[in-house]
């Protein structure tokens, strides 16, 4: 079966297709199988020069699958590397992932993987084409199996890493979508009460014919300000939040500010600062784990990171390691790990197991990560109850005030 990579159509090039075919060989058996290219005509030309008479063909469609996620991609690691332990081909492993996953543009993504193998293409170069889906990281781990022959050992080792990595951001995302989540909803509850409820009794106010407390006219005065400019507020906050997110994508600038902003924050900068450098460490005794050399596997970690401080730091790190300065000396010239973690790389490269010593330190961060989400969860849920308690709180009795006080008068 043969394939050639995607890439744009240029001028006076032939759009290829990916075509299913069922034939005969040269000694009557029925084959099947797939080949990209630019007709049908093509199809039947090159599988007759390999002895095989075509029966059938059609153009092979998939349907429009959902968008190829991170956790897409480390599942299949998992089991490609799950069933090349177990013995299974590399291309019987392709078809078996690709024709059960649920999503049809993962099975399609594998099936271009595997047609560009099956021509004589090395794995980590078939991946080399998706960067969209693996990066320099996995591409490089896959590189260093191959040529070492251990790759269902680093398909092991890049699936465990995928994992743990996955498993930190999930964490950190659920802690900072909680209190925000309901703050969201706080504020539309809020919203809500000054626009609709506050004027009802605003109306019930004025027969009163009484001066109103300084709370409820507060209230109302914030009320009115709702009412008249509720489309501003509304528009000018998620205008601001999307263009902000937006701006985050996309500026260079922007996200070097937000990476340094966010290790700043009093309570949440901790745990995003641990959880980098867990993921920082992570990679770092992955590649070098895998016999990767320990600047070239420093061209990937800085990314990994995914922090541009540490992102710069790892810049720094590896030309210093590049003018024989040891590790050690260059993750204390760049000021931004602890003292304990330096120590820990002091050690393994003094004895020679610097992939198991970073290792250690990957798995204490992780689970400092772990300890620390939990306790965010229990110190957050009393802290937005009182902030919702005392907003609410605050407006109904606000509201409530010029009653008690005619209660009291009658």
């Not at 009412?227 to 939040?241: D, E, N, R, S």
């Not at 710069?312 to 590049?322: F, L, N, Y």
């Not at 009653?403 to 008068?409: E, H, R, T, W």
Request: hydrophobic share 50%; net charge positive; glycine share 8%.
């Amino acid at each position: 079966m043969a394939t050639t990579p995607n890439r744009p159509i240029k001028a006076g090039q032939v759009k290829e297709i990916l075509y299913a075919w069922e034939g005969k060989d040269k000694q009557g058996k029925v084959v099947r199988g797939e080949l990209r290219a630019g007709g049908e005509a093509i199809v039947n030309a090159t599988l007759r020069r390999q002895g095989i008479l075509v029966t059938k063909l059609k153009k092979k469609t998939y349907s429009s699958g959902k968008k190829i996620t991170d956790k897409d991609i480390t599942l299949f690691t998992r089991q490609l590397s799950t069933m090349m332990k177990a013995g299974v081909p590399l291309l019987q492993s392709f078809d078996i992932v690709g024709k059960g996953h649920a999503n049809p543009s993962v099975s399609k993504l594998l099936q271009d993987i595997r047609a560009d193998v099956e021509t004589g293409t090395s794995l980590n170069q078939a991946f080399r084409k998706f960067p969209l889906y693996f990066d320099a990281l996995f591409c490089n781990l896959v590189g260093a199996g191959e040529q070492a022959g251990i790759l269902e050992d680093l398909l092991n080792r890049l699936a465990l890493y995928k994992e743990k990595t996955m498993a930190i951001k999930g964490k950190i995302k659920s802690a900072l979508t909680y209190p925000i989540a309901i703050l969201s909803i706080a504020f539309i509850v809020t919203a809500v009460i000054m626009i609709w409820v506050v004027p009802a009794f605003k109306e019930v106010f004025k027969s009163f014919g009484a001066e109103l407390p300084g709370p409820t006219l507060i209230v109302m005065a914030i009320s009115d300000f709702f009412v008249t400019w509720w489309y501003l507020i509304f528009g000018g906050i998620f205008g601001t939040i999307y263009f902000f997110f937006q701006s985050w994508r996309r500026s260079l600038k922007m996200q070097r500010f937000m990476d340094r902003l966010l290790l700043q924050l009093p309570i949440f900068g901790s745990v995003i600062r641990k959880a980098t450098i867990a993921r920082w460490t992570r990679t770092l005794a992955t590649m070098f784990a895998a016999g990767v050399p320990l600047v070239e596997a420093l061209d990937s970690v800085g990314g990994a990171a995914g922090n541009a401080v540490y992102l710069d730091a790892t810049i720094k790190i590896q030309t210093e390691v590049t003018t024989g300065t040891s590790l050690t000396v260059a993750m204390q010239n760049a000021n931004v790990f602890p003292n304990m973690v330096t120590q820990m790389v002091s050690i393994g490269e003094e004895s020679g197991s610097l992939d198991a010593m970073l290792g250690k330190v990957a798995d204490f961060y992780e689970d400092e990560v772990d300890e620390a989400v939990a306790s965010l969860s229990s110190l957050m849920e009393p802290l937005i109850m009182v902030i919702l308690g005392v907003i609410i709180g605050g407006l109904v009795i606000a509201m409530y005030l010029p009653i008690f006080k005619l209660g009291a008068v009658v």
